[in-house]
């Protein structure tokens, strides 16, 4: 069914064009929602959330962009949202100015399965995971993300530069940790 | 160039990962997406049970109504059958007579009082008590037949002159008819003390007593004018004072609708970029940036009678509207917006906010304004009363920290001079009234409003109008 026709059936409450756009767009969404959260229960619940209002707001979408897109942006502000109203992540989220990272040149090759890499990502704290996830996945700008977290840009940039070099250390290791495998394999 | 290789890698890598949610999700959305629509229901279900009660109440209005005109119409048709005692045949004598013409005077009289010139409370109690009057009289005229068999020296207990006098009136007041009859009975009924003729005699006592206290106000008019036919009222009317004022205050949800431009709508211009300032505006954001809020007013309300059922009314109101927004943290940068039609003319906005969801911005704006409505009663009795109004209303803004959202830019930037101060709405709602006491009533139900302005003064930076609604309720004195 051609995604127009999805949708209109989904306004006029058929509850049968709901799930099929749902199962349509679950499984790469809950991928978004993972990255943002720490647990698979808080991804659901976001997923949860933002699906609800997907619904309630899709006689907004406009047919101009992708669905997909709008789909996806509402996801992202919903786990924004939620991580800033769960005190679990709250605490943890501090966006506080750190010392500038020099932003590290190297550039190693991500032969990382997606989900691998994904937990990875979780692995970070959760202040540089959010601007990790925001600035290296969504492509949004550090001063987008000021305004989206009420941040100075300048605290987007170090913290993205942190949260990059922990990654990049991360995936080194694991590299190295896989060549040493194949190594011993052989 | 190799510091975006990273991202790009990861990015990818990032585009196909899919994972899959567990089932309850899908159940757990499907749920409270149909909490939604049963949240809607109640609503619905009032909207169509007061319409439904208010057509009830004007079929039965209006059917009660035309019952009480053809009763009207029957009751003046209604001839008092005469006793038939004058032809009985054996009866000549005078105390007989006497007691006839006094029973049928006093009835009679009471009928044509009933009949011409009472104020009518009920209808029906009218063509009832006519009906019990003539039974009465059946009976009585039965009962001085048996009487007048049995003991035909009652007659002598009897003061037939007096009696007489009294009957041989042409009008006989209701004062007189009170005072005859229980002279009368006891006398005639003095031989025969059954508990049935005690029985009746207190019925007519009743009878006339109830006669005589509605027809206190016009006994005497009925005297002087006993042809002259009066007018009157059907059924059980609340005659409407011909003024009501009092306070009014209402409590709702106030929201705005939007329509936006789409094309060759001017597009705001960032000055100096300044602190956070220099950006691209994003993308056109097309979803609706205003949610609904709290609204109230409070005021005075003057009612003037201008037909039977039907009342303009006008007064003054403090009105508070509220709506909502999602924004960020605000820029402090400089924004200009058009003035007008002319896009080389604009205001320069010193910050502004873009749409997010990092808080939620409340705009309120405080009118001072004066509604103008019809009222008409739908159904109306001594106690409650339905009524349903329709009218128009002037609004003049008096304060506001509103925000204005630019679709173009998907930002919100405040500044009054761009809204339009005088607002004119159209408002409707329908209105349950209780009389609390002789002169004061008070009255509640629900309101609604739309506002025909546009809120802001150049269409480039979009259309919104008003909608509020809620419930009403107010106290009101009444002034005939």
Redesign the interface.
């Known amino acids: 069914m051609d995604y127009k026709e999805l949708v209109k059936n989904c306004l006029k409450?058929n509850?049968e064009a709901?799930?099929q756009l749902?199962?349509q767009f679950?499984?790469?969404m809950?991928?978004v929602c993972?990255?943002y959260t720490k647990s698979v229960a808080d991804?659901?619940d976001v997923?949860?959330e933002g699906?609800?209002k997907v619904?309630?707001?899709l006689n907004?979408?406009?047919y101009?962009?992708e669905l997909n897109a709008w789909i996806r942006r509402i996801m992202v502000?919903t786990a924004?949202?939620y991580l800033k109203q769960n005190k679990r992540y709250s605490s943890d989220l501090s966006y506080e100015e750190i010392n500038l990272h020099p932003?590290s040149?190297e550039?190693?090759?991500?032969n990382?399965e997606?989900?691998e890499?994904?937990d990875l990502i979780r692995q970070l704290p959760t202040g540089c995971q959010t601007i990790f996830n925001l600035?290296?996945?969504e492509?949004y700008t550090h001063?987008?993300i000021?305004?989206?977290?009420?941040i100075h840009?300048g605290t987007s940039r170090s913290q993205y530069a942190r949260a990059?070099s922990i990654m990049?250390t991360w995936i080194k290791c694991r590299n190295e940790h896989v060549k040493q495998q194949r190594y011993a394999g052989k | 160039m190799?510091?975006n290789?990273?991202?790009k890698?990861?990015?990818n890598?990032?585009e196909?990962?899919?994972?899959?949610?567990?089932a309850p999700?899908?159940e757990?959305?499907?749920k409270?997406?149909e909490e939604?629509?049963r949240r809607r229901l109640p609503f619905f279900f009032l909207l169509a049970a007061g319409l439904i009660t208010a057509g009830y109440f004007t079929y039965h209005f209006s059917k009660q109504h035309q019952q009480n005109e053809e009763k009207i119409v029957a009751d003046k048709n209604i001839n008092v059958p005469k006793t038939n005692l004058h032809d009985s045949g054996n009866i000549n004598d005078q105390e007989n007579i006497a007691n006839q013409n006094i029973n049928d005077t006093s009835l009679k009289s009471a009928q044509k009082s009933l009949h011409y010139n009472i104020d009518l409370y009920s209808k029906e109690k009218v063509v009832k008590q006519i009906n019990t009057d003539i039974v009465i009289n059946e009976k009585t005229a039965a009962e001085k037949q048996n009487i007048r068999h049995k003991n035909s020296k009652a007659k002598q207990n009897v003061n037939i002159k007096n009696q007489k006098e009294k009957t041989d009136n042409t009008v006989l007041d209701n004062t007189q008819i009170q005072q005859s009859l229980p002279t009368i009975q006891p006398s005639k009924l003095s031989n025969d003390s059954s508990e049935d003729q005690q029985k009746i005699k207190d019925d007519v006592r009743k009878d006339l007593a109830s006669v005589n206290k509605d027809s206190v106000a016009t006994a005497k008019d009925s005297r002087n004018n006993i042809s002259k036919p009066v007018t009157k009222k059907p059924g059980k009317t609340y005659k409407n004072p011909n003024w009501k004022f009092g306070i009014t205050a209402s409590y709702g949800r106030s929201k705005l609708t939007q329509k936006t431009k789409n094309s060759n709508s001017y597009t705001p211009q960032y000055l100096n970029s300044g602190v956070?300032g220099g950006?691209t505006p994003?993308?056109v954001s097309?979803?609706?940036p205003f949610s609904s809020s709290n609204a109230f007013s409070i005021g005075a309300v003057i009612k003037k009678k201008i037909f039977k059922n039907a009342y303009i009314s006008s007064g003054i109101n403090f009105t508070h509207l509220s709506v909502s927004s999602n924004v960020?943290?605000k820029?402090d940068s400089l924004l200009t917006v058009p003035t007008s039609n002319n896009i080389n003319s604009f205001y320069a906005v010193n910050g502004y906010y873009?749409a997010?969801?990092?808080?939620v911005y409340t705009s309120k704006y405080n009118f001072i304004e004066i509604p103008v409505s019809f009222q008409q009663y739908i159904f109306q009795s001594k106690q409650t009363s339905l009524s349903y109004n329709a009218g128009f209303s002037v609004r003049e803004l008096l304060s506001s920290n509103a925000l204005i959202y630019n679709p173009n830019s998907n930002v919100f930037f405040s500044k009054n001079d761009v809204l339009q101060k005088t607002q004119f709405q159209v408002l409707a709602g329908l209105n349950v009234e209780i009389n609390t006491g002789k002169n004061n009533s008070i009255f509640i139900g629900p309101q609604i409003s739309y506002s025909l302005s546009n809120l802001a003064k150049n269409e480039n930076i979009g259309s919104f109008h008003f909608i509020n609604y809620g419930l009403q309720a107010g106290f009101l004195l009444h002034k005939k």
Request: charge should be positive.
């Open positions: 409450g509850s709901q799930k749902y199962n679950a499984p790469s809950f991928g993972y990255r991804a659901e997923l949860q699906f609800i619904f309630r707001n907004r979408f406009r101009e962009g502000n924004l949202n932003v040149s550039n190693p090759d991500i990382i997606a989900k890499l994904a600035h290296a996945v492509g001063v987008e000021g305004e989206m977290l009420g840009e990059r990049i | 190799q510091e290789e990273f991202e890698q990861l990015k890598a990032m196909d990962f899919r994972l899959s949610p567990s999700v899908w757990k959305v499907k409270k997406l939604k629509k956070g950006i994003t993308t097309n979803s609706h960020n943290k820029i873009q997010g969801s990092s808080k």
